[in-house]
């Protein structure tokens, strides 16, 4: 199967405003975004604690694009129904989130949606290599996951070179979620990637009320990433 490896921009909604979910995924939409990324995390897994499936729920109905869900939870497995049931279509959950990742997979593929597996900055692509032939998509964690805003971490550029490699031919997306903006993002797709999560760079500045800037901020994205 071929896999469209054009570059995706996948705007996330940690950075919008929390007010008013709807009209920010309506505006970065028909700004150009490609998919809306959701990042769910615990308190736990992460020290950070934000979206639950209700809120999915809510937001699936305003998303004409793609529901990409990043569970960054531990348990995991208890929860996989629930946020398919919101609409996820991707639902993707860390290698180090629990002792039996490839049961994780196998769940999230019975619960009907696409499969991702995201590894932490001190994760090696080889801990994904027995994983390749269950899943749609590779998230590569360019930072330490739990918040928005922090400082691309450079080493996982190599990283992104292994996974390209070991994906080869496989329909395999390679996302990456952290730090992109239009200085890292065309470094992450010369690597291989092909999917950029973006939470402040494309949100900043702008709003539903001038939504225009959005559009700016995915163009730009887009352009440096080439």
Not at 21 to 30: K, N, Q
Not at 77 to 104: L, M, V
Not at 215 to 224: E, V
Request: charged share 15%.
């Amino acid at each position: 199967m071929t896999l469209d490896r054009t570059v995706k921009i996948a705007p996330s909604i940690l950075s919008a405003d929390f007010a008013n979910f709807g009209a920010e995924i309506r505006a970065i939409e028909a700004q150009g975004a490609d998919w809306v990324h959701v990042d769910v995390m615990d308190g736990h897994f992460v020290p950070n604690l934000t979206f639950g499936p209700a809120l999915c729920a809510a937001i699936r109905p305003h998303i004409k694009t793609v529901m990409d869900v990043h569970l960054m939870i531990a348990p995991v497995d208890p929860y996989i129904e629930a946020y398919a049931k919101a609409g996820a279509d991707f639902i993707t959950a860390h290698i180090e989130a629990g002792p039996h990742i490839h049961r994780t997979l196998q769940s999230i593929r019975a619960a009907g949606c696409k499969v991702g597996v995201a590894i932490n900055p001190g994760t090696p692509a080889g801990a994904v290599a027995p994983l390749l032939d269950m899943i749609d998509l590779v998230n590569v964690m360019t930072v330490n996951p739990g918040f928005g805003g922090q400082k691309f971490i450079q080493s996982q550029l190599a990283t992104i070179r292994d996974l390209r490699a070991m994906i080869g031919d496989r329909a395999i997306h390679i996302e990456i979620d952290g730090g992109v903006d239009t200085t890292t993002a065309p470094l992450c797709v010369a690597a291989g990637a092909d999917v950029l999560v973006a939470g402040s760079s494309v949100f900043r500045g702008g709003s539903v009320d001038a939504p225009e800037v959005y559009g700016t901020n995915i163009a730009a994205l887009r352009r440096a990433a080439g």
